[in-house]
């Protein structure tokens, strides 16, 4: 029933009309042909619907008419419909059902056949060599099943009556994308407008302060200025952007002007590192790390925050020097120069000077707030430390010997562990430098640098096996073997890096450090019962997968905040389980509850992920002891996340769609957050001796079957599984998300527990049609070449099968299959599943081949999945 709304609000609906005739062009036909008049072939019998589907149109409530989510069943008896009310009521149930027993279980010996694996075979259609690394390794990744999302493939276990698999690939997930959310909204709508207004109150200020500061410092000042002021966006109240003036400087110096329009065409060029003559000395920039990338490029409502992005590289990475001690910062060539920079210091005495004069202390301290509760602190002289300084030792801009008093009130004060610029080797103690804003320094910074070159003499790259063994897994020394029959010192610089490592995150209250704790508790055995899978080799690489991904996906949201490294130069699914790994989920809870006590406007969303989250890590308490899951958790498990189209916007319900389930709730614009694509790419590490960017990213998630053979009889599982990847690029414009899909040469060593996807040229070319023609249904399936038996089978909207299979051969000249309804009609069906016997036949490898087709009258929602392709595309 439609729900009143103003007689404007929704428009009429437009006046039916006839289909036309489906048509299907064939081989020898001038024209494409109407299904129905050709000739009928082999004809099979309809079966029930083993679960039929009635599709349902929950209403909003109250005087709400555009939710998203159901809040109550549309009949208030059924417990297992996806509604908000029967999620909480399940979790209550859960959480106060008593302790079991547990359960007397035996390994899985990989020739039996486990509960459910025939139901699981039947919707993913295992492939012979799918199915040997499943009974070698008791689970597989199955490469030729990607989704966009971990919601779309969740949703598909969920349509399909699967038994879940919740991996911590996909909790994990839902913290990257909430966190880079929330991030990004604070950025676009706090700070992003706060930066343009400081930057024309300090230029205001500088303008007329000829009494405060000599004639270079006031010039170093406007060209150190004028570089963000025109990188960032002047954006007006109503969204127009205001067109920068010609001038770039205050002061109009034509020397200036061409210094700064150059500096601006390198910041937003991102090319690569170069000497620039600035503030009186050569040094090295590595404009590369000016490319926008993470989520700055990527915005959720089509707003960027490119420019933001460039601005605040450039005011936080471009430092200036105060006390050289071993080298003075971002020294050009290999030898260091320890020679002090007494303009440099000027400069950053009268820029500290500058904030507060213009009274910008109040918009800098909500930057450092910000930043800080997000990433951590700051290892370099802030503007507030820089007044502290100047305020003690008694100096000014002006003061002939400030510099020198500036290096006594330091002493040996503001010591750096990590390099996050440019250094050439033999640097051991890093000069103290000041920036505007300041590049945090994350825990895992300074471990990375002491596995390369001058730590490790010689050693020139590191890789992702390197970031693996550092979080903590002791498997990715295998992928070391070489490198540490090479470099001596390697394995104990491995050791020293992962001990620092734990070290520098323990205790860490900041979001950069409490997510990093989660994914460093990855590598923590599981203690209790666990299925046999988890203690083969291919889960630790499994693991090593998530870990890589999970820090991947930190340094794509803190590109910007974190400092770089460098070197010197349902209820229907029958069954679940979720991944036990207890010690992430207690590091997650930490993460999610200090989010949640720094945030103004996200407190509703914080608190329904610690419940979901709390809900998760009982479930794992009762698998690792070895009972039982009860029946309220495998309920709430079931109710992972359902899409009801309801019509869509202006549809007959008049309604907009519903995503409800506990997953969504895990991200804080729901289906926008839970559906974006979960590819990404993000810069860790850059090795200036290599001339090398290092990248960990990931393509789209696959499905995984796992055999889970504790708390009872041995079952398979189906869930989401990540997909990682490390590349390396020459150092120029680095990459981002978008150009990282086309980049060639990634490689995952790691993975051999993944089942490969067949070559294109090894894939059968079919084309598949099909029409409802009176008392039957016609499926018309062609190819070029013969590819021998080929059998169709009708399924319903779980994909389950409602005809029996009718076999043909299939050659070019196609074949036409007719299944008969039982009423006399044709049968009511979603999809067709379309299996070639042997693909020997057609010279295309061994085994056989599966696709299913949605059928043209199918009214699904946006959910496209390799299960339920487009119309006659295979997957």
Request: glycine share 8%.
């Amino acid at each position: 029933m439609a729900t009143a709304m103003a007689p404007s609000a929704v428009p009429p609906p437009p006046p039916l009309v006839e289909a036309p005739p489906a048509t299907v062009a064939l081989p020898g036909r001038p024209k494409p042909v109407d299904i129905c008049k050709l000739a009928p072939g082999a004809a099979g019998e309809t079966v029930a619907a083993l679960h039929p589907f009635t599709p349902v149109d929950p209403q909003c409530e109250g005087e709400d008419h555009f939710c998203d989510q159901v809040e109550h069943p549309p009949d208030r008896r059924d417990a297992c419909f996806v509604a908000n009310s029967n999620i909480r009521r399940a979790e209550r149930d859960a959480l106060s059902s008593k302790s079991r027993p547990a359960l007397q279980s035996s390994p899985w010996d990989g020739r039996s056949k486990p509960a459910m694996l025939d139901r699981v075979d039947a919707h993913l259609h295992l492939t012979d060599d799918e199915q040997a690394l499943l009974a070698k390794q008791g689970f597989v990744v199955l490469d030729r099943l990607p989704y966009d999302s971990y919601a779309t493939a969740y949703h598909d276990v969920f349509q399909q009556q699967l038994p879940v698999f919740v991996s911590i690939d996909s909790v994990l997930h839902s913290v990257f994308q909430a966190n880079g959310s929330i991030l990004q909204d604070i950025e676009t709508n706090r700070l992003q407008p706060k930066l343009g207004h400081m930057l024309d109150r300090l230029r205001a200020t500088l303008a007329k302060s000829q009494g405060n500061y000599d004639a270079t410092t006031r010039h170093d000042l406007d060209v150190y200025l004028a570089v963000p002021r025109r990188l960032v966006p002047d954006v007006k109240a109503d969204g127009t952007v205001i067109q920068p003036a010609e001038k770039l400087t205050v002061f109009g110096d034509p020397a200036d002007e061409a210094l700064a329009e150059s500096l601006v065409e390198k910041a937003a060029s991102g090319q690569e590192l170069e000497a620039v003559e600035l503030f009186g000395r050569s040094r090295m920039i590595d404009f590369s790390q000016y490319t926008a990338r993470g989520h700055y490029t990527g915005g959720r409502y089509g707003v960027t925050l490119v420019q933001y992005f460039e601005a605040m590289m450039w005011l936080s990475r471009l430092e200036l020097n105060l006390v050289s001690r071993s080298c003075r910062s971002s020294q050009p060539g290999e030898s260091p120069d320890p020679s002090e920079t007494p303009r440099e210091a000027r400069d950053a005495i009268a820029l500290a000077d500058l904030v507060e004069r213009s009274g910008e202390l109040g918009d800098l301290r909500a930057f450092e707030d910000v930043y800080s509760v997000f990433a951590g602190g700051r290892q370099d002289v802030s503007v507030v430390d820089m007044l502290a300084l100047a305020k003690g030792a008694g100096l000014t801009a002006k003061d002939p010997a400030a510099p020198e008093k500036l290096r006594a009130a330091i002493g040996e004060r503001f010591q750096r562990t990590a390099r996050t610029h440019f250094m050439p080797e033999g640097s051991p103690v890093l000069p103290a430098i000041m920036t505007l804003f300041g590049p945090r320094i994350v825990p895992d910074v300074a471990p990375l640098t002491r596995l390369v070159h001058d730590s490790v003499p010689e050693r020139r790259v590191l890789g992702a096996a390197d970031v693996a063994f550092v979080l903590g897994h002791d498997r990715a020394k295998a992928s070391l073997a070489k490198d540490l029959a090479t470099f001596p010192s390697l394995g104990p610089a491995l050791d020293g890096a992962r001990a620092e490592l734990r070290k520098g995150a323990a205790g860490k209250k900041d979001l950069y450090g409490l997510w990093l704790t989660a994914v460093m508790r990855l590598a923590e055995p599981a203690q209790g019962a666990e299925p046999s899978f988890m203690k083969t080799d291919a889960y630790a690489d499994y693991r090593i997968n998530s870990a890589l991904v999970g820090f991947g996906q930190i340094r794509h949201n803190y590109v910007l905040l974190a400092g770089q490294g460098y070197d010197a130069y349902g209820c229907e699914i029958p069954d679940g389980y979720v991944e036990p790994a207890l010690g992430t989920y207690d590091a997650l809870l930490a993460y999610v509850r200090a989010a949640r006590a720094v945030t103004t406007t996200n407190t509703d969303y914080f608190r329904r992920v610690e419940q979901v989250i709390t809900m998760l890590r009982s479930i794992v308490v009762t698998e690792l002891s070895g009972a039982p899951l009860a029946e309220a958790q495998k309920r709430w498990l079931g109710m992972v996340a359902e899409y009801i189209p309801v019509g869509g916007w202006g549809g007959d319900s008049g309604q907009p769609p519903k995503w409800t389930g506990w997953y969504f709730d895990l991200f804080p614009d729901r289906h926008i957050g839970a559906e974006m694509s979960a590819d990404f790419i993000a810069d860790y590490f850059t090795l200036t001796n290599a001339g090398q960017v290092r990248y960990l990213g990931a393509e789209t998630p696959r499905l995984g079957v796992f055999i889970v053979d504790v708390n009872g009889e041995a079952r398979a599982m189906v869930g989401p599984a990540a997909k990682g990847y490390e590349l390396a690029t020459p150092i120029g414009p680095r990459l981002d998300d978008e150009k990282a899909r086309e980049a060639k040469d990634k490689s995952a060593g790691w993975q051999g527990y993944m089942a490969p996807a067949l070559a294109p040229d090894k894939t059968p070319k079919l084309a598949v049609d099909d029409a409802a023609c009176g008392p039957f249904r016609r499926v018309v399936v062609t190819s070029p070449v013969s590819v021998g038996d080929v059998t169709v089978t009708l399924l319903d909207h779980h994909g389950d099968p409602v005809s029996t299979p009718v076999t043909r051969p299939v050659g070019p000249a196609g074949a036409v299959f007719d299944v008969r309804g039982g009423d006399g009609g044709a049968p009511s069906a979603d999809a067709v599943h379309v299996q070639v016997h042997d693909l020997a036949t057609a010279g295309l490898g061994h085994g056989r081949y599966d696709m299913v087709v949605n059928i043209h009258e199918w009214r699904g929602g946006p959910f496209p999945s390799p299960l339920d392709p487009p119309p006659a595309t295979p997957y």
